[in-house]
């Protein structure tokens, strides 16, 4: 069965950087792409880019270029999203999501975090 | 990259059949036979419905349905029950090994 669980809440101030862990279980890490989506309060879903395990690849949506980095440590099957330079629409649940390897499409999704940005 | 176009609310009473549509372009819905659905409860985190435009992962019920026409694609719910009653995402594939997703349609059963 697959887990992916995330890291706690974070509050940070307005500049600064956050990065949240997504540790997966009950399939191995470097099969499936990683798939990094953020949801604003009371907002819909926003696609933010995904990271191949294997390989360390990453495709960013063009939004968030130059702010995000993705990366993952395989030996402890944990992936990561790092936000920088952090404004108040930053304020959102990230959630990681394990890509299908049906089609393009998410079957996975961890328990979200809450990042809130305020001063 | 533009969020795919949903209706902000669609509603319906038990037992009826509803249609939730989604429209896009030609970069991306209507370029792709890779539209999917996710259903999210309050507080939940979204849960795959539809994939391919009209296939079911094992264990969702047979009551959602998915389908396109041009750039538009739309899921249809029958039997509508209360436990329907989500938000509702689309998202497809939009080339480059890029996603994009609906602005999403709450549902409501009467």
């Known amino acids: 069965q697959v887990h992916l669980v995330q890291s706690g809440a974070e509050v940070k101030k307005p500049g600064a950087s956050v990065g949240v862990s997504c540790k997966a279980s009950?399939?191995?890490?470097?099969?499936?792409?990683m798939h990094w989506v953020r949801q604003a309060p009371g907002q819909g879903l926003e696609w933010m880019g995904w990271?191949?395990?294997?390989?360390?690849?990453?495709n960013y949506a063009q939004k968030f270029q130059g702010r995000v980095t993705m990366t993952r440590d395989t030996s402890i099957s944990t992936a990561y999203m790092e936000l920088s330079r952090l404004t108040s629409d930053d304020t959102a649940v990230y959630y990681c999501?394990?890509?299908?390897?049906?089609?393009?499409?998410?079957?996975?999704w961890g328990q979200g975090t809450l990042v809130t940005v305020s001063s | 990259q533009s969020a795919l176009t949903q209706p902000a609310s669609v509603s319906g009473s038990p037992g009826q059949s509803i249609t939730i549509s989604c429209t896009g372009t030609?970069?991306?819905?209507?370029?792709?036979?890779?539209v999917s659905w996710y259903q999210q409860h309050p507080g939940k985190a979204p849960k795959l419905m539809i994939y391919?435009?009209?296939k079911r992962p094992s264990g969702v019920s047979n009551r959602f349905s998915g389908s396109k026409s041009g750039n538009t694609a739309s899921l249809t719910i029958s039997g509508l029950q209360a436990e329907d009653e989500a938000d509702y995402y689309c998202?497809?594939?939009?080339?480059?090994?890029?996603?994009?997703f609906g602005t999403g349609t709450k549902v409501t059963v009467l």
């Open positions: 030609s970069s991306d819905v209507g370029s792709y036979n890779l």
């Open positions: 009950g399939y191995t890490l470097t099969g499936y792409y």
């Open positions: 999501a394990r890509d299908s390897p049906i089609a393009a499409a998410v079957d996975s």
């Open positions: 391919e435009g009209s």
């Open positions: 998202c497809s594939y939009a080339g480059s090994s890029t996603l994009v």
């Open positions: 990271i191949d395990p294997n390989s360390g690849g990453t």
